[in-house]
């Protein structure tokens, strides 16, 4: 599975950003995907997920509200809407694939997910 992030760059306060993800290789039946971010100096943080075939997602709780998650109808994209955005919003921003092994996983952290994009950079400056 290879994972393709885009959209990101430097906007002002108060501003938006689309962030693509698109995904190629090999398909599941079953599969969440993740957006997650690191910031200068920080640990990486989950940001948003959205379980592929239900639609359900979760968010962190810094960014309800803002950003939105979602899919493309043949589901080989998500992307994450990012709105009124705040300089604390600044990092890197990572899409990542989770193979669900059971019932239990927790979307919310990084390591139970299998795949990981590259990364696009995100600013939030005046």
């Known amino acids: 599975v290879q994972l393709q992030a885009s959209g990101g760059g430097l906007v002002q306060p108060g501003g938006s950003l689309r962030l693509s993800c698109t995904r190629s290789?090999?398909?599941?039946?079953?599969?969440?995907m993740g957006w997650f971010r690191r910031a200068p100096g920080k640990e990486r943080e989950f940001v948003a997920a959205?379980?592929?075939?239900?639609?359900?997602?979760t968010y962190a709780d810094s960014v309800k509200g803002r950003f939105t998650i979602s899919t493309d109808n043949a589901q080989n994209a998500v992307y994450l809407q990012l709105n009124n955005l705040k300089p604390e919003d600044t990092g890197v921003y990572y899409c990542?694939?989770?193979?669900?092994?059971?019932?239990?996983?927790?979307?919310?952290?990084?390591?139970?997910?299998?795949?990981w994009g590259q990364g696009t950079q995100v600013t939030v400056s005046s």
């Open positions: 990542a694939m989770l193979i669900p092994r059971s019932v239990l996983y927790d979307s919310s952290r990084s390591e139970s997910y299998d795949y």
């Open positions: 290789g090999r398909t599941f039946m079953s599969y969440v």
């Open positions: 959205i379980v592929a075939h239900s639609a359900r997602t």
